[in-house]
Nanobody
Framework: QVQLVESGGGLVQPGGSLRLSCAAS????????THWYRQAPEKQRDWVAS???????SYADSVKGRFTISRDNAKNTLYLQMNSLKSEDTAVYYC?????????WGQGTQVTVSS
């Protein structure tokens, strides 16, 4: 059973930074593509960024140049470094991995960008 646990969310002022973490059970991060998503209140869950097994990355246009996805395979942890945060980045952030056709999600971590 794969478990994902996000942490690192909080309240930050516009222009500030946060680093989110997603701790995975087992050594899966270097094998499977892993993703960050976010969901703002009363909106659908949107894709934010992905990191592939070959370490290539991709980003939604809304976060490109501000967010960086990375992983530490030895620590079984996925990261999302978020810089130059805007109010529209306020959302619950989730990590996701698909293994053998099944999706696994974490419980989410709240990020609030407000002055």
């Amino acid at each position: 059973q794969v478990q994902l646990v996000e942490s690192g969310g909080g309240l930050v002022q516009p222009g500030g930074s946060l680093r989110l973490s997603c701790a995975a059970s087992g050594s899966i991060l270097g094998i499977y593509t892993t993703h960050w998503y976010r969901q703002a209140p009363e909106k659908q869950r949107d894709w934010v960024a992905s990191i592939y097994a070959n370490s290539a990355t991709s980003y939604a246009d809304s976060v490109k140049g501000r967010f960086t996805i990375s992983r530490d395979n030895a620590k079984n942890t996925l990261y999302l470094q978020m810089n130059s945060l805007k109010s529209e980045d306020t959302a619950v952030y989730y990590c996701r991995v698909r293994i053998d056709g099944r999706d696994y999600w974490g419980q989410g971590t709240q990020v609030t960008v407000s002055s």
